[in-house]
């Protein structure tokens, strides 16, 4: 018998091509809270998959010892039939129904016949909202709840799971501080009735204040695990980036010239909650022949602010001037965006960046349709020349340019989207996290692709959350954290450490 | 290349030899399926054609029935083109049957209570499928309320309107000219003749403006670098469709000419087939009904051109109606019952997908098509309408199913 409720032991998990765990080893104490550090793509999220089933037994390798018993977890009832709940990142809960139903969902109160009980499943509901502390009537609906509620609903509905190991995946990352404090005092609460609990969480002063144990997490293998009198900022940040810097970007020399374009004061408000603030006073500036970057955790606004800025095509109560060559320009529409010189590439090519239905000359020519046209009629030909120009200069590989793009691996996509806003002729390009889901090889592309951008004299915006990426392509790279900029560093002063530190800076209060 | 080189260049070549003939005979074939494939859809209209023709000893391919199963079938064909093109948006529209009645009552009294000039009433018809078109397109594009709610109140509001229009009674005797959209015919302009020639010089005309176009679109083609087929499938191709356009002119010129609906029709293919396959609005609708956000992000106006999918729809449902109404020469109000579902069957029947970003103009036609030949060929059966109900049914179920198939077949990568 030891004191462990649960070792992991040499986890490897292997996805098409890419090796997203490791040999990963976990130990976890009974009756502590144990956090996982780890930038984004470390394998975190893999991990607790592969511990609650969402990746079953067989699909990886290595034992799984929970309670001093191997366990095989065919899918996520089996685990939680042992008592671990994971609560994700998105949460789980039907927003039409009630907290009750929801707390019960699939887990029904039956009485006579195989009905519901609604008061038993009312009464009971209650009293778990008490063990939570949510002062809530247990049929209000989950819509009428702010996030930070609904974060308690999942943990009570893990409670009346009989949960043994509770899985917290990025708690805190949609809560305001207040919420986000009473979560972390509620998990401190939990423990003194014994319930374990593993928390991810790239928030370092909350680890601080409820991990026992750290244990962090890089490219897939476990770095270390940590006591809790032991942890420092600054050893969880070296444990999360020490990697090796290699020869993975192509040479840049910039050559820098006159200011493009100049955002001032952007603010943005969520869509459906006008309160909350998810772009918060950010200005940026983007100079000819320059590549900049936007480094931030997730959820820290990024997408938020390009997308908010590019036809206002995210948000509401949006807010801020834009400026190109020092004219201001407006960008209501995201035809009115295209025709002042921006444009966009998402993040998520696949809903929101092709039509997967068209081939690729049609996809290159949907954002300039008005170039490739005359009295309304578009000149086909013209589009094919033009499309297999890019075909060729971008090496998208497809026998032709009639090729389904739904058909085409996701570089070649990234490629098509890239060549579509190219075809555009911007001056700035906002590339959203442009190397996600692409392999090595085809990142080398993009990034020469990018360098050329530059070298053409645009303005090229990076996003993403790699950081050895920003690294090893940007001339100076912005960090942004809770929806503000909390400061850019030129390329000279920027290594991981110091924009870690300037992305989980949080705002004073 | 330098001289020592060159053995192995001539070998190469030498060895190469071979296979241009099984490369050419390979490409052929591949073309060849690529082609059927594509066409699958006529081919089904093709077999429907020959099985009718052969169980009706060939009733189906008489000229009067040729003739009829188009003026019959007109305003199915005129509704799948606009109702093709909502599918393809990812919408669907419910309410045409009952736009069509309304327009056709309204065009009664315009025509027949009011006496307005036929072409008054026709021009006022129109103008008032336009404005149902603006009134569903606003509540759809702008208030964002789905297609199928606005569209199944449409049904019920634009059916009541039609019986308050009549006030529960049919309007009928309609000018000359105005029926003529639903039967009549143009011929006899050289005397009455056994074998109409204007039919068959307008079907001449059809015929070489076809081939030069085709002929133009394949030389611009190979122009800017694009694979073309073989040369000689392409002539077997214009040579096929020459003797069946031919066919089809000697039926009609042999019965009563060409008529009127077909023209009409003809006109709107050529349009709608322009507007779809080579502008700007069509590749919005597609872009649309593909990936709607992407289309956005891609800067197009999609409220924009969803008000305008419908306001067009509008205008083609109340030309239904007003053909409808011509050729029963009575504005009723039973009339356009169950449209909606025969241009909706046609649509998806012709290769419209469910979700929406596929399908094409000359494909719901040619399901239209198929939907006629099914009506006719078992009318001349005498199959009571319980079991053509139950067929149609049926052969829209597979139509479906089939499409389902090959996406998952294709997707399945």
Known sequence: MTTNILEMRSITKTFPGVKALSDVTLDVERGTVHAICGENGAGKSTLMKVLSGVYPHGTYTGDIVFEDEVVEFKDIRDSEA????????????????????????????????????????????????????????????????????????????????RVKLLILDEPTAALNDEDSDHLLDLILHLKEQGITSIIISHKLNEIKKVADTVTVIRDGKTIETIQKTDVTEERIIKDMVGRDLEHRYPDHTPNIGDELLRVEDWTAHHPQDPTRVMVDDVSINVRAGEIVGIAGLMGAGRTEFAMSLFGHSYGSRISGKVFMHGKEIKTRTVSEAIKNGIAYATEDRKHYGLNLLEDIKRNIGLAS?????????????????????????????????????????????????????????????????????????????????????????????????????????????????????????????????????LMTMEKPR | MSNTQSPVTEETAAGGGIHPVENKFTSWLSHLLSDLGKNGIFLALLAVVLFFSVVTDGILLRPQNISNLIVQNGYILVLAIGMVMIIIAGHIDLSVGSVAAFVGACSGVFAVSWGL?????????????????????????????????????????????ALV?????????????????????????????????LTLIVAAVAVVALIVGQVRTRNARAKYGQEVEPIVWFVAKLVLITIAIGF???????YKGIPVTLIVLAVLVLIYGIIMNRSVFGRHVYAIGGNRHAAELSGIKTRKTDFLLFVNMGVLAALAGLIFTARLNLAGPKAGDGFELEAIS???????????????????????????????????????????????????????????YNKRRSGGK
């Open chain 1, 82 to 161: 042992k008592g671990i709940v994971i609560i994700h990142q998105e949460l789980a809960l039907s927003p039409h129904l009630s907290i009750a139903e929801n707390i019960f969902l699939n887990n029904e109160q039956k009485g006579a016949f195989g009905l519901i009980d609604w008061n038993k499943t009312n009464h009971e509901a209650a009293a778990l909202l008490a063990r939570v502390g949510l002062k809530e009537n247990p049929t209000t609906k989950i819509l009428q709840i702010g996030v930070g509620k609904q974060q308690l609903v999942e943990i009570a509905k893990a409670l009346s799971k």
């Open chain 1, 369 to 501: 349709l008005d170039k490739l046209s005359s009295n309304g009629l578009v000149n086909d030909n013209e589009e094919y020349k033009i499309a297999n120009g890019y075909r060729t200069s971008m090496n998208i590989k497809a026998p032709n340019v009639l090729a389904k793009t739904g058909k085409l691996s996701g570089g070649n996509q990234q490629k098509v989207v890239l060549s579509k806003w190219i075809y555009s002729d911007p001056e700035v390009l906002i590339l959203d996290e442009p190397t996600r889901g692409i392999d090595v090889g085809a990142k080398y592309e993009i990034y020469a692709i990018i360098n050329a951008l530059a070298a053409q004299g645009k303005g090229v915006i990076v996003i993403s959350s790699e950081l050895p990426e920003l690294l090893g392509i940007c001339d100076r790279i912005y960090a942004l954290s809770e929806g503000r900029i909390t400061g850019q560093l030129p390329i000279e002063e920027a290594n991981p450490e110091s924009l870690l530190k």
């Open chain 2, 346 to 404: 046609a649509a998806f029947i012709g290769g419209a997908a469910v979700q929406g970003g596929v399908g094409t103009i000359g494909g719901a036609i040619i399901g239209g098509l198929i939907i006629g030949v099914l009506n006719n060929g078992m009318s001349i059966l005498g199959l009571g309408i319980e079991w053509q109900q139950a067929v149609k049914g049926l052969v829209l179920l597979l139509a479906v199913a089939f499409d389902v």
């Open chain 2, 117 to 161: 000039p036929w072409w008054l009433a026709i021009i006022m018809s129109l103008g008032i499928g336009a404005l149902v078109g603006m009134w569903q397109g606003f509540w759809i594009a702008y208030v964002g309320i789905p297609a199928f709610i606005v569209t199944l109140a449409g049904m019920l509001i634009f059916r009541g309107l």
């Open chain 2, 165 to 197: 229009v009549l006030g529960n009674a049919n309007i009928g005797s309609f000018p000359a000219e105005y029926r003529a959209l639903g039967n009549g015919f143009l011929s006899n302009v050289f005397g009455d003749l056994d074998l109409d020639p």
């Open chain 2, 248 to 254: 089809f002119a000697y039926a009609l010129a042999s």
